[in-house]
């Protein structure tokens, strides 16, 4: 009887839903593809599939040469929400352009084609946009990566684990670290007022589409609710290329970003620093395969972009080996900074580290030799923080044992004590086991010793925690952290 109830209950569910979302407002979702034909299929799936019925997909072929024209023509034929348009190869921006030329929404959402959305993200994005009348809602995403899904940068994700509803920017200047034009959703209303398009350029126009929106909007909603799948494709125009074209492309573009928040000036100052914290090492990394071209394009942009950043935030917020290779930079002479390169220099828990006047240094590549500061080389208070993981997880008896690794990044442990904390539970600690291990990208190990431990949890076999504090002390420093019990630990 209860089985019958149940499946009555999901037959009048659906035809309910699906009567009260004729009234909900139309949600265009634009498509462009060119040679898309290896996940086009994918992408239009899930659009189709997702729990907000009420849209329109317009996909918009810029002259593709393989079969994503045939695949778009398919779900036209299988989906009448599905409109196919077609153009001469334009590049994504005249594309995107097309396509809202021709939606009739009174929403405007973009889904590159090697990309998808989750089955209750938009809902949940548009069920909040039609309550609060927002402009534009922000939504989070997540990789796809070598066919698996891993979790977006933590700067991203620390911004939708505090949705909000209508807020400004000026409230909430964090979320200009979602760039992209994929994951947000705006109102076309809105949309065509702020004469809002996606620009020429090769790289990064998203950004300065994104800026203009969050500035111009009178109200943002940042969704808690997973929505968006990016594909991450080496070979992409965004993501793969290690030229000087590219690094000038990246910083025209911040250039571009900056001169927009200008009004704003604080806003303008977080923006800076999350640029240089979170996408400048990316940039800078890439030295690592590239030549003297890419070199000479960093000398010329990044000392410009360090200037727009205030001095105290630099020094506390951007981690010493960045600093240390800024300055290099700054002095442009090339022998110098490929041997700090090559020294690995910008991997610091290769290198030893100590005290000295200026504070916590770690001794990279040039120390003592280069035409850099001291205090360049002082290591940031986030460098030093405690980290933890918990291994491995196996029953004994009542009780749980955890193998912990705790350890401070970049400084050797000398008489290291660990406290742990769960919901209630008892708790022994022994050190033992092996030691945490760093590996550099070229293949270079640090063993921080003493950093092994085993961690009873007495009688939690039966009721194991998902997650314990940690609290690593070792003389006068101490750091607390949280650690997270591995999903397939099998309690």
């Not at 072929?61 to 779900?75: E, F, K, Q």
């Not at 990309?115 to 809902?123: H, I, K, P, S």
């Not at 071209?293 to 010329?300: C, D, K, N, Q, S």
């Not at 949890?457 to 314990?468: K, M, V």
Request: glycine share 6%.
């Amino acid at each position: 009887m209860a089985r019958l109830r149940r499946r009555f209950r999901r037959a009048v569910a659906v035809p309910l839903d699906r009567w009260r979302q004729r009234s909900r407002p139309l949600l265009s979702i634009v498509v462009p593809v060119f040679n898309g034909e290896a996940f086009l299929d994918e992408c239009l799936l899930s659009a189709r599939r997702q729990d907000y019925r009420r849209v329109e997909i317009i996909v918009i072929d810029d002259g593709s040469t393989d079969s994503s024209l045939a695949i778009a023509r398919r779900h036209r034929r299988s989906d009448r929400r599905v409109t196919v348009l077609t153009q001469t190869n334009s590049g994504v921006a005249a594309a995107r352009r097309a396509a809202v030329e021709a939606a009739t929404g009174a929403f405007l959402t973009f889904v590159d084609a090697d990309d998808t959305v989750t089955r209750t993200g938009l809902r949940a994005a548009m069920d909040v946009l039609t309550e609060s009348g927002s402009d534009i809602a922000v939504m989070p995403y997540q990789r796809l990566e070598d066919g698996r899904v891993r979790p977006a940068a933590a700067w991203n994700r620390a911004l939708h684990s505090r949705p909000a509803t209508h807020v400004g920017l000026t409230e909430r200047p964090d979320v200009l670290v979602h760039a992209m034009a994929c994951a947000k959703i705006f109102q076309r209303e809105f949309w065509d007022a702020t004469a809002l398009e996606f620009p020429e350029v090769m790289l990064a126009g998203d950004q300065i589409v994104s800026a203009r929106a969050l500035v111009a909007a009178e109200g943002i909603d940042i969704s808690g609710t997973m929505a968006y799948n990016w594909r991450r494709q080496t070979s992409s125009v965004s993501q793969g290329r290690v030229t000087a074209a590219a690094v000038h492309a990246w910083t025209n573009a911040i250039d571009a970003v900056l001169e927009i928040l200008e009004p704003l000036p604080d806003v303008r100052v977080e923006r800076a620093v999350q640029y240089v914290r979170h996408n400048l090492p990316n940039l800078v990394l890439k030295l690592e395969r590239a030549d003297d071209a890419y070199l000479e394009a960093l000398i010329e942009r990044v000392p410009r972009l360090i200037r727009a950043v205030p001095a105290d935030r630099y020094r506390a917020e951007v981690p010493a080996q960045f600093r240390v290779l800024h300055a290099l930079l700054a002095a442009g002479e090339h022998d110098p900074i490929w041997r700090y390169v090559q020294a690995e220099g910008m991997q610091p828990e290769m290198h030893p580290s100590g005290i000295e006047p200026a504070g916590l240094t770690v001794y990279l590549p040039g120390w003592e030799r280069d035409r850099v500061p001291p205090e360049t080389y002082v290591l940031t208070a986030e460098q030093t923080a405690a980290r933890a993981t918990v291994r491995s997880v196996h029953h004994d008896g009542p009780n749980l044992v955890l193998d912990v690794e705790a350890w401070f990044p970049n400084v050797d442990l000398v008489e290291p004590m660990l406290a742990v904390k769960t919901d209630g539970d008892l708790v022994d600690v022994v050190q033992w086991g092996e030691p945490h291990v760093s590996t550099s990208r070229q293949g270079a190990q640090r063993r921080y010793v003493g950093s092994g431990w085993s961690v009873t949890l007495r009688g939690a076999s039966r009721r194991a925690p998902r997650q314990i504090t940690v609290t690593l002390t070792d003389g006068s420093r101490e750091s607390t952290t949280i650690a997270r019990l591995p999903r397939r630990s099998g309690v």
